[in-house]
């Protein structure tokens, strides 16, 4: 007889690190945000997840400045930071990076872990003067193969588009973690939550999959950020965050990767197994 919701894997702790990158300073927020690592993995994660561009700041004003501050991966200094601080503690991490690529510079997150550099994802979706310094991605949407389970990953604005989170979930992605810098959107009432929350809650229930949001806050250069970092479980709840508005916070959650291969709503609907494929042209 099988026992129902029989896991072959032990539970995963996640958690999704927010904080406050300073603008060019790489060493220092690089230290910081593995010291933040650090402390998830001393209370049990064993996924954590870090800001888009969680290395160099957000709000560039030139191409030079940019450039300068973007590094190759996975050989530059903060992949590689990352990548020694996964296998120190055994754990996987997926942050946010400015990426050159010969004369190219691409908004990406890495994903390394105990041995060493998975992969990359270059952000696909670029959001308003990103459109300025950064190419489009050009890797698809990669889904990592872990010891932990099957990764995938996307950045802020990728979340916009629901073509996102159901390529990842065919590439059989059981977790999507999201570094992200969320502003406020036009029209915003004061006080009103993240679209941002809305979108990816509906995005995890939409294709059965677990969606871990790692925001940033302050403001950089006159650009405000939202915070609210979340973690989603496969029927679109959140189970851990929001998180602040305004302050650094670590957000955790256990969850079950065995879970993102149900995708039933019930005896009758799927929400994969549904799809009709004949009518959607």
Known sequence: MIQANASARPPLQVSCIQFEPLMGDVEGNVARSCAAVRAAAAAGSRLLVLPELANTG???????????????????PSTQAWAALAAELGVHIVAGVAEKAGDA????AVVVGPEGYVGTYRKSHLWFRENVFFQKGDLGFPVFETALGKIGVAICYDGWFPETFRQLALGGAEIVCIPT??????????????????????????NGIFIACAD???????????????????????????ASRDA??????????????????????????????????
């Not at 957000?58 to 501050?69: K, Q």
């Open 58 to 76: 957000y709000v560039f004003e030139t191409m030079e400045e940019a450039a300068a501050l973007a590094e190759a991966v996975p050989g530059g």
């Open 181 to 206: 810098n969320w502003v406020p959107m036009p029209n915003q009432p004061a006080g009103e939550a993240a679209m941002a929350n809305t979108l990816h809650r509906a995005a995890a229930h939409s």
């Open 248 to 281: 650094p916070e670590t957000i955790t959650a256990v969850i079950d990767l065995d879970d993102a291969s149900r995708k039933d709503l019930n005896e009758f609907n799927s929400v994969l197994g549904d799809r009709r494929t004949d009518v959607y042209g």
């Open 105 to 108: 510079l691409f908004n990406s």
């Open 216 to 242: 940033r806050v302050g403001v950089e250069r006159g650009q405000p950020f939202e915070g609210q970092s979340l973690i989603i479980d496969t029927k679109g709840w959140t189970i851990a965050g929001p």
